[in-house]
């Protein structure tokens, strides 16, 4: 890229075309169709979702259907279900102007990336071998929504300078990426990593934070008066941090074994995410000359105790254990807002929109190493025999492996996704950067405007202002009148 | 009507007294009194709520409480509660003033509503012919929901247009037509529904249309200034959006039958539902001469899926049949709201606030096809023996019916449900022309200030905007005292 | 206090400082740091969320994992969670320019308050005396949310007045009076109150009252142009309200009996809440000249139903006897609004921001006597004489307790709340006078300036309404220039 010569950087900087009335549909249905296909081909029921499960109970002699896994996990897929739709949208919607593009486009790849990670999480992890055949269940559901919350973290980090159409290439990309990172480091290595810490949060950050980089606008600036928030926007976001937080334990839980470890990875997660609040209050008012807190702080770092437990939630890491973790990632995560950012925008020219390097990246690169240490750490008084051989399902091929050697898978599985999110970023943000795909221009960033039919504010101002603003317009009237006035009266009476 | 006298005419047309004083208060006191000695004739707890269930369990040897259908159950009712509260209210609450109204009037129609619900839903499905008594559980609760999403829907077509007395009449009504038209869809046709496409969303779309199209208003337009939205209150609308669509997998999964049927339901309407997202976006991007979004569409016709899916949802449909359904709603939603509101509103005089035409009544029309076709077309190779008879519920009276009349009925049922919505309706709508009910003079519909007191919003602009504008009408006054300063001067010089 | 000298006076007059930077900070660190060494000391995971779970199950003749209590609570839970952090969060952003510290400190204290709840609740219900250890588990979490429902009513009766830091001391006083209180009631009393009607709500409301009138302020109304609402504020806190409302029956059920118990309290709580609002809406309106509506009572009072059946709802009060409880409490709610609420500040000198005396206080009362009299009432004829046994839980010491005597002790519990909640928030409101908190000045009460960093509204003014300001500081700017040379001319021509 260097290299380029004048008239590719002509090429690359010329008037920017953000009309995607052609790209847009036309992506949109290709892919569906493409979808439609390729679920024809692929995808099936499971058999606990399929109408011959009444012969499968009669076969297996299970008595009651509320053995279907259906029942242990549905309330946490729903949980998951808000987290990603609500959740995540919300929390972008704190820009003053970028909310329908915060929780549209959020809602358009999302609603994409959910369809193409069942595929792709289906050729790698759950293709039956003799029919060919993908089936799925509500595990299956809940592992596409976490499949997408990867790239939806990646969003955060390009919000309001891309355009839909390369949020789906991202979201295409990025999909695929997570299921090849996924199979490595869960399948291969054999890494546990129930909530993500690694294959989900640190993937999606160091994902999002390469393509940033690699589309660094130098004079983005130019849209700074769009870069803050307002009061209600700020509140919205708020309900996205919420309902993220709140459901942060359903996130962590809503695929580790049923019984104990659903139970066990609640409490951890629920633990850790109310320390985070406390130590992120503290910096908060700590980072301000008179205390005064910062909204940005409370939407954001409030989470990353959630992030840093993904890996950990289903270990005996002990309630105190959990507390441990949210105290320092609060502390972490809120730094990384007074002082990393800046850094990282100046320095490694990467412009970070919600600050997910210190929301998902750092707190899942922490919740690896927790993960890591902890599962070295583990032992057979703690967990029982049986009990750590559930916990980190050492059957199989595994058997005979030790906590010591699993530690180090852990890490290792830390270290793929790193790989994965800043190579694969670093690749798809080059084919993001063909002046295709419709991006916003360096003052149009941050602007709902460019892909949004805007209601017509005008009026609403002209409904709810009308009392002063009548006054004054009428007041600036009347007095042009009188200074007509004047004016001809002088010339009269000279 | 069309003879109605010269003073008739002058009867109705008469200066609109929105004043509900009297009127309001009356009807929910002397309603909610109703209620309480018809509950206390009629209704009781059933067995599985009641503390009789102890001997219960030992007399049906139930190991297990979990056996209890409140687990079964209870999740899919509360997702069911927040569709109907949050996710109706807020849709609707899009214009720029009526989010009160939109939110209010929900609230307090779905509170009547689903009392009322319970009762006339007893009496025709679940009446003990021994007792007298109406037995209810959780499953009661959905059903009553449901009854009331109906009316929801029809409040869609005359939002901003009618008083909450009228809604109060018009749910009064639309609940009880709708435990009539379900008693012959479900039990006398024994047609299978469970999401409702068309026992609530045909029926409910249609009996609002009917409605909205008797209290035609020439003079709507009066009202203009009102009818759009601002940025905040689009926003808001979202949040509706979003949780009707997160939920509906709920919605359409709440009462099939435990096991496989809710968990299959809940996997085809999550995947309609995505698909349906992709189409829309196309399709509104297409409208436009940019390709900008609308709001309007991705508010509402990203939920056409899960209309579409309401009967079909429990059948084995298959993952990609799903898709395509949805990728047809989104479509065909869209274009509605393009090509086909207009139209009504111009030709046919049906005013549609909300455009329910094209998010319930013809998705809706579409799901109930879609059911027909799914079920005459279904085989004991695709669905096992028992499964056909599980599914279908084959048995009893209607053990020896084959799909193929199945379709026949769900087809007949499909008819049922608009004849009731568009009669029901009309006649609904006449009574509520009556002018007693103190709905909005046509400038001022779509007005909260007609129904709520409104909070002081000049206020609140002097708070936000102080140093504009006091900075203006301080430029303001000194400029006057400078004209006349000079108006002095001149004359004192001249 | 009265005898106050002249220098103790001016103490506690002079300028306000809200500098919080040392204070908040040092307490979040040093009671978080606490919180991490008695949970290391104190809390462990209990049998059913141990990994040592599968040998529990062999040993207990568990057959499977639905078995394990997660199952029977976690969707109550996650309700209940919500409740605690968008019900109450969002119910309190009605103001105009508090809507940060609404949500925000909300959800600080809640965070600290839950874990502090943990630690005094299992000491004084559930220490195992053996091994010295509370053992947790998501019943747990359940009643550790419970008790920061009381601190969250309380902090409604401040809400605006006090600082973050004084929040902090109120909660950890808060939960300290309530597990003593709830030990006395529940343990020693033995009196049900599965939904907290006593424990809770009259508890709760008592405490905030009592601290607010220690607190009073007499020349509040310097910050009255910060008291109101504004319209976008108004449909927030309705967030809050729909969420309270529709997980109420969550509430209710959420630590009930499994099966009949938790199945009957959600439809008591459902039933009677639906009758809460229908009475609301006909006082609002009837309150007013026109029959308008008052979102006032909307958001507050159509919550009392839930809270006034906290006691009764696992009873077999009938469906009808719902109906009644909440039809009663919307009338009395909402005309405390209108005629208690005055005369609370004006008489008592008790300043009650969200008018918790009408919403939790006086409802929570009526909720302790129909608790008293209902379990009174209670027969083997209706209960079956095992129903009896298992709903008052008539075992062990408490085996030979007759009904009547069961209805004295609620009725005692009923005292001890509102004794607990009086005297402890007259000594915690005593300790929250200390000039050392840091909070806001009379002039500076309601407003998020003091304690949070605002965005910078002007910005967006100048972005939202450019054209017309722009407009019209173009035109002052141009007849300035005009005046002005108006004079000169003058000049010249003179």
Known sequence: MGNCSQGCKDYFSRQKNTNIRLTLPVVCFVWQIAMIILFGVFI???EESDTHWV????HDNITSDIENDFYF???SFQDVHVMIFVGFGFLMTFLKRYSFGAVGFNFLIASFGLQWALLMQGWFHSLDPQTGKIFIGVESLINADFCVAGCLIAYGAVLGKVSPVQLLVMTLFGVTLFAVEEYIILNLLHARDAGGSMVIHTFGGYYGLAISRVL?????HQSKRMQGSVYHS???AMIGTLFLWMFWPSFNSAITDHGDGQHRAVINTYLCLASTVLTTVAISSLSQKTGKLDMVHIQNSTLAGGVALGTAAEFMISPYGALIVGFFCGIISTMGYIFISPFLEKTLKIQDTCGIHNLHAMPGVIGGIVGAITA?????SV?????LINTFDFTGDFKDRTVLTQGGYQAAGMCVSIVFGVVGGAIVGSILKLPIWGDPADENCFDDEVYWELPDEEEEHQESIPPILEYNNHMIHKQQDLSESNFSVEHCES
């Open 55 to 58: 012969e499968t109970k009669a």
């Open 234 to 236: 700020d509140t919205f």
């Open 216 to 220: 660094y606008r130098p004079n983005l």
């Open 73 to 75: 996990r549905y309330p």
């Open 44 to 46: 099936r029921y499971d």
């Open 376 to 380: 070295a750490a583990a032992s057979e």
């Open 383 to 387: 967990y029982g025999k049986q009990g």
